[in-house]
């Protein structure tokens, strides 16, 4: 077996420990919640750190609740307990049926939305759908809390806008309006997706009024297209003539890349048929 | 580190190092060596234990994680006069693995799913299992397996 390089872990009780510790450790430490992408990462001496600081320990980072039409969900509740809570499936159905398809039974049963999100791996499912929903990520750290907005978030491939103090303590998540509609799917061969398209749209009778489309996986980071965007408003018979621009657009932006996921034509090709298939599945 | 544990029903103190995985102190300190451990990314589920009945990846999972906890692995499943577990009698007669090799690591999957969901449709199988990969079978006899074992609990419930 691999073994892991030796580390020491800490138990911070509140966000203001654990951000004081990373403070004081630098680059010597990193936050520790399920482990299931630092511990790979560790275990192939990709990163070394001398000091983790387990989130878990902190408690009721993992909560997940329904406050002013928003879902609240603490940076350590896992994939597991997302697709699982209650609150979740019933306020905002999309997000828990996303959360089935992440990984495997494993990972998602020790995996959190904050690794997730912070560790910022190019092919995760929830960046991508919590863009189009326009949620924000709530932070903390030595220089008090922040809201940044999903798609500021993410700013590379394992690059966030976080600075080296501060935790995600929770995702905030608009709930969809009665006219407001969003599907998310995703296309994968291996253990990480090829391709996830999320799409967001807010109606007005029968027409489109506003559309949001973000696709990931596909290149570093979820991307949408303000050009796309518009495209996909207007009357229903409008939009399914237009769709086929808007993926155009939307590729040109995603501007996909060749990896072991899938080559870039192949992705180019997977927009269209998975904006498609998300404009009708939206809309059923 | 010192950890206490329940393991297989039975209380343990185990002292280790954080780095230790869980897959390390099984195999290596305790000498339980039914949890295999072949990929060690979180990928193939050779090393599947439950920790409190929520599968995990033993080979990337530190043992410091266990702490306080119930854990169950291969060895625990048979009864106290021997009987194999049903979902084990049921890999043998639907002839479910041939090196064996995933065999453990198959056999607590489908124990957190049954369960869960003493019922599970073939759709909820294949869903459950989709990250436990096995190079031989071609899952077919580990899909009629787990159905078998479902049927064969049902039964045991009932007497
Ligand atoms: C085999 C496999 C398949 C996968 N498939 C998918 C998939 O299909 N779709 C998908 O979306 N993802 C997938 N993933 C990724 C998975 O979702 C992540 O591994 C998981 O959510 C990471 O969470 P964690 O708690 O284990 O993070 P950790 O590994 O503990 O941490 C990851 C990073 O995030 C930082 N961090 C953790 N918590 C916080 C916090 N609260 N604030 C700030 N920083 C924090 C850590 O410092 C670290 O840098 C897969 C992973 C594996 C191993
Ligand atoms: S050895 Fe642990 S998942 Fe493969
Ligand atoms: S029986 Fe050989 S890997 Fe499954």
């Given at each position: 077996?691999?073994?892991?390089?030796?580390?020491?872990?800490?138990?911070?009780?509140?966000?203001?420990?654990?951000?004081?510790?990373?403070?004081?450790?630098?680059?010597?430490?990193?936050?520790?919640?399920?482990?299931?992408?630092?511990?790979?990462?560790?275990?192939?001496?990709?990163?070394?750190?001398?000091?983790?600081?387990?989130?878990?320990?902190?408690?009721?980072?993992?909560?997940?609740?329904?406050?002013?039409?928003?879902?609240?969900?603490?940076?350590?509740?896992?994939?597991?307990?997302?697709?699982r809570?209650?609150?979740?499936?019933?306020?905002?159905?999309?997000?828990?049926?996303?959360?089935t398809?992440?990984?495997n039974i494993r990972?998602?049963a020790?995996?959190?939305?904050?690794?997730?999100?912070?560790?910022?791996?190019?092919?995760?499912?929830?960046?991508?759908?919590?863009?189009?929903?326009?949620?924000?990520?709530?932070?903390?750290?030595?220089?008090?809390?922040?809201?940044?907005?999903?798609?500021?978030?993410?700013?590379?491939?394992?690059?966030?806008?976080?600075?080296?103090?501060?935790?995600?303590?929770?995702?905030?998540?608009?709930?969809?309006?009665?006219?407001?509609?969003?599907?998310?799917?995703?296309?994968?061969?291996?253990?990480?997706?090829?391709?996830?398209?999320?799409?967001?749209?807010?109606?007005?009778?029968?027409?489109?009024?506003?559309?949001?489309?973000?696709?990931?996986?596909?290149?570093?980071?979820?991307?949408?297209?303000?050009?796309?965007?518009?495209?996909?408003?207007?009357?229903?018979?409008?939009?399914?003539?237009?769709?086929?621009?808007?993926?155009?657009?939307?590729?040109?932006?995603?501007?996909?890349?060749?990896?072991?996921?899938?080559?870039?034509?192949?992705?180019?090709?997977?927009?269209?048929?998975?904006?498609?298939?998300?404009?009708?599945?939206?809309?059923? | 580190?010192?950890?206490?544990?329940?393991?297989?029903?039975?209380?343990?103190?185990?002292?280790?190092?954080?780095?230790?995985?869980?897959?390390?102190?099984?195999?290596?300190?305790?000498?339980?060596?039914?949890?295999?451990?072949?990929?060690?990314?979180?990928?193939?589920g050779?090393?599947t234990v439950l920790?409190?009945n929520l599968p995990?990846?033993?080979?990337?999972?530190?043992?410091?994680?266990?702490?306080?906890?119930?854990?169950l692995?291969v060895?625990g499943l048979e009864k106290?006069?021997?009987t194999l577990h049903p979902i084990q009698q049921a890999f043998i007669d639907d002839f479910a693995f041939?090196?064996?090799?995933c065999t453990p690591g198959m056999i607590m999957a489908a124990k957190s799913l049954l369960d869960e969901n003493p019922n599970p449709s073939r759709e909820e199988i294949i869903h459950h299992m989709d990250g436990n990969?096995c190079?031989?079978t071609g899952y077919v006899p580990i899909v009629a397996a787990i159905q078998r074992a479902a049927g064969m609990i049902a039964k045991e419930k009932k007497q």
């Amino acid at each position: 077996m691999m073994p892991l390089r030796k580390f020491s872990i800490h138990q911070p009780s509140t966000v203001a420990e654990a951000s004081q510790m990373l403070a004081q450790y630098g680059e010597k430490g990193r936050l520790y919640a399920g482990g299931t992408e630092l511990l790979l990462a560790m275990k192939h001496d990709l990163l070394r750190y001398e000091h983790l600081v387990d989130v878990k320990t902190i408690p009721d980072l993992n909560r997940i609740e329904l406050k002013n039409g928003a879902l609240m969900i603490g940076g350590s509740a896992t994939h597991r307990a997302i697709e699982r809570s209650a609150i979740v499936k019933q306020s905002l159905p999309v997000l828990a049926e996303m959360e089935t398809k992440v990984a495997n039974i494993r990972v998602r049963a020790c995996g959190t939305l904050g690794g997730n999100l912070c560790f910022a791996e190019p092919h995760s499912d929830p960046a991508t759908l919590l863009t189009a929903l326009g949620a924000k990520a709530h932070v903390q750290g030595k220089a008090g809390v922040r809201a940044i907005a999903m798609d500021k978030l993410i700013t590379g491939a394992y690059e966030t806008s976080l600075a080296g103090d501060e935790l995600l303590v929770g995702v905030e998540i608009p709930v969809l309006a009665k006219n407001q509609r969003a599907a998310y799917l995703k296309f994968q061969l291996k253990e990480r997706p090829t391709l996830g398209l999320a799409l967001f749209l807010e109606l007005d009778g029968d027409n489109i009024k506003k559309a949001s489309a973000v696709v990931g996986s596909v290149s570093v980071s979820p991307t949408q297209s303000e050009q796309a965007n518009r495209l996909l408003t207007g009357t229903r018979a409008q939009v399914e003539k237009q769709i086929g621009d808007a993926a155009e657009a939307l590729a040109n932006a995603a501007d996909p890349v060749d990896d072991t996921e899938g080559g870039a034509d192949y992705k180019r090709h997977l927009i269209g048929v998975f904006l498609r298939r998300a404009f009708v599945k939206a809309l059923a | 580190m010192n950890l206490q544990f329940t393991l297989n029903g039975k209380p343990w103190s185990v002292d280790c190092e954080p780095a230790d995985t869980l897959a390390e102190v099984l195999r290596n300190q305790l000498n339980l060596n039914g949890t295999k451990v072949s990929c060690e990314v979180q990928v193939c589920g050779a090393c599947t234990v439950l920790v409190d009945n929520l599968p995990v990846s033993a080979c990337t999972y530190l043992a410091y994680e266990a702490r306080g906890k119930n854990l169950l692995t291969v060895e625990g499943l048979e009864k106290a006069d021997g009987t194999l577990h049903p979902i084990q009698q049921a890999f043998i007669d639907d002839f479910a693995f041939q090196c064996g090799y995933c065999t453990p690591g198959m056999i607590m999957a489908a124990k957190s799913l049954l369960d869960e969901n003493p019922n599970p449709s073939r759709e909820e199988i294949i869903h459950h299992m989709d990250g436990n990969i096995c190079r031989c079978t071609g899952y077919v006899p580990i899909v009629a397996a787990i159905q078998r074992a479902a049927g064969m609990i049902a039964k045991e419930k009932k007497q």
